[in-house]
């Protein structure tokens, strides 16, 4: 599966941001989801992940209780909610596939997305 991420940019803290990535090229119905993030200097870390039949989610503890992660698969796309933005979450948000939410938020990860920036001011 090809992935393409969208949505990122210039938010102010406080703000609310959502984050799509469609996918391509098939095996989309039975692909759990995640959206990793990433600073220069840093390793990719886990925020989320849905489960291929969207009904098993996982977040990092950064971002519980302020962000959702949904599949959408008629449409192939997998969609990420984050409100109350702080500075702290600036970083480039990367899309995911893999076989599980939970082997996602372990890393595993099959295919990957291109990156987009999103950067909170303060």
């Known amino acids: 599966v090809q992935l393409q991420a969208s949505g990122g940019g210039l938010v102010q803290a406080g703000d609310s941001l959502s984050l799509s990535c469609a996918a391509s090229g098939g095996g989309f119905s039975r692909a759990s989801m995640g959206w990793f993030r990433q600073v220069p200097g840093k390793e990719r870390e886990f925020v989320a992940a849905v489960n291929w039949n969207g009904l098993s989610k996982k977040y990092a503890d950064s971002v519980k209780g302020r962000s959702t992660i949904s599949k959408a698969t008629a449409e192939a796309t997998v969609y990420f909610q984050m409100s109350n933005l702080k500075p702290e979450d600036t970083a480039v948000y990367f899309c995911?596939?893999?076989?599980?939410?939970?082997?996602?938020?372990?890393?595993?990860?099959?295919?990957w997305g291109q990156g987009t920036q999103v950067t909170v001011s303060s």
């Open positions: 995911a596939a893999g076989q599980s939410s939970d082997r996602l938020r372990l890393g595993v990860v099959h295919s």
